[in-house]
């Protein structure tokens, strides 16, 4: 008989850190393709790339908002194109969850709970010794902090087709950044869901509330009630699974719908409290390649969270996991707002990105 072979510890390793870098989505997840297919892009109309994206596809539920002249409308869009019902789908937001995570930082800064310029030992319990960003590192990206680090229960994940983040505790991450002796010094922008992760750290600590709590509690006094950290599996499946103590909720694990995300883009529009201060420039970044920017993708600056496209006044993020990618940008000039919703992977043809820069560039020019 055959004798088969186990895989090798260092095997393990290499398939799980190549399963854990399709999940640290960069700006919650810009994924390209071949330069002859992306070359094309540019010359596309919205209509074009949603069709495009959705050619042949049975399976794509893409929703797409918009805010035009005070009034808000939604269509949601299946194959080849072809509008569907206008029902309300639940999506993973991915990174989105990060705009909340900051908005509560901000929040929590007003309150006097926690010193945005000063270093994450104030509010964490690390040793006395050590260099620590400080918050508002942190919530910019320019803390030093890598996009993940490597943990153990990321192999488990891995084999079990799990999101690479599961399993990953809050005090592995305290422990990590103790570790990490990190730098006190400058640092240039660097997309960080591990920052964001110890930023719900400073929040529990703040508050003395873990983060799936303060996020539910915090988008109910919103009004958005459909929008939240829960187990459940969505209309659309394919949902990412998380574990109550795991750090990296407070980096990219709500789901929404088109409503409440609507309702969200508005309250970004009119610039309440704690959002404003969010949008306001804190670092000055330039953070996209040359051909990001040839689709129309700038990272010119960086509030808290919020990346800003000076050159044509929008502010924006986006968000991607495993089976989901989503886009919200808005012009406050103009008052108009794009969000897109799509249940397709990040990396699946033409990402919800593009497509709502594409959108929201249109809208503007009409």
């Given at each position: ?65 918009v ?12 194959m080849?194109?072809?509008?569907l ?42 040793p ?15 803390s030093?902090y ?30 990590r950044?103790?570790?990490?002796r ?30 799936t ?65 969010c ?25 808290m ?23 919200l ?17 990040p ?17 503007d020019?009409?």
């Amino acid at each position: 008989m055959r004798r088969i072979r186990k895989p090798s510890r260092k095997a393990i390793l290499i398939a799980a850190l190549a399963a854990a870098l399709c999940a640290a989505i960069a700006v919650g997840g810009l994924a390209w393709y071949g330069k002859m297919q992306a070359a094309k892009i540019p010359g596309l109309t919205f209509m074009d790339t949603l069709a495009y994206t959705t050619r042949d596809n049975p399976d794509a539920v893409i929703t797409v908002g918009v805010i035009k002249d005070g009034k808000s409308s939604y269509t949601v869009y299946g194959m080849n194109g072809a509008e569907l019902p206008a029902e309300l789908h639940t999506y993973e937001i991915g990174s989105l969850t990060k705009t909340f995570t900051a908005a509560m930082i901000r929040r929590a800064a007003d309150e006097g709970k926690i010193d945005i310029e000063a270093p994450i030992d104030r509010c964490l319990s690390l040793p006395a010794d050590g260099d620590y960003p400080t918050i508002r590192q942190l919530a910019t990206h320019t803390s030093g902090y890598k996009g993940y680090y490597f943990e153990t229960p990321m192999i488990s994940s891995f084999f079990r087709g799990r999101n690479s983040f599961y399993g990953i505790s809050k005090d592995s991450v305290l422990d990590r950044v103790a570790r990490l002796r990190a730098d006190p010094g400058e640092h240039g922008f660097r997309y960080s869901n591990f920052g964001y992760a110890v930023l719900g750290l400073a929040l529990e600590s703040a508050y003395g509330a873990d983060y799936t709590a303060l996020f539910n509690d915090f988008a109910g006094e919103l009004g958005l009630g459909d929008t939240r950290i829960s187990d459940d599996p969505g209309d659309l499946g394919r949902r990412w699974d998380w574990a109550a103590d795991d750090a990296y909720l407070a980096a990219g694990a709500a789901t929404s719908n088109i409503a409440d995300m609507l309702r969200y883009a508005q309250m970004q529009i009119e610039g309440r409290a704690p959002f404003a201060a969010c949008h306001e420039r804190l670092e000055q970044i330039d953070a996209a390649s040359d051909a990001n920017k040839a689709m129309g993708i700038r990272m010119d600056g960086i509030g808290m969270a919020w990346i800003l496209d000076e050159e044509n006044g929008v502010v924006w993020h986006n968000g991607g996991t495993g089976h989901y990618n989503c886009y919200l940008g808005f012009r406050p000039e103009t008052g108009t707002a794009v969000i897109v919703l799509s249940n397709l992977a990040p990396g699946y043809r033409i990402p919800a990105t593009v497509m709502g820069i594409k959108l929201l560039a249109e809208l503007d020019d009409r």
